[in-house]
């Protein structure tokens, strides 16, 4: 393994954690975030069983609607 592979290898083993952890924080693949990903506030639970995949609070939402 020459320097080039040893680096790549380092960085996809980095990129790998972070994704774990982000499923983690974030309840995994397929389901609602706990936290906003913009204003990384907690969506209420509420929110999270109506809307199964929703990765925005209300106030998010509506500030991405309201500007499309």
């Known amino acids: 393994m020459d320097e080039v592979d040893w680096v790549q290898e380092l960085e996809d083993e980095e990129r790998r954690s972070l994704i774990r952890r982000h499923l983690r924080a974030n309840g995994g693949i397929g389901k609602a975030a706990a936290?906003?990903?913009d204003c990384h506030e907690?969506?209420?639970l509420a929110r999270r069983q109506?809307?199964?995949h929703v990765r925005l609070c209300?106030?998010?939402?509506?500030?991405?609607?309201?500007t499309r």
């Open 58 to 66: 209300v106030s998010c939402q509506s500030e991405r609607e309201k």
């Open 35 to 37: 936290n906003c990903i």
């Open 50 to 52: 109506a809307l199964p």
């Open 42 to 44: 907690p969506i209420p």
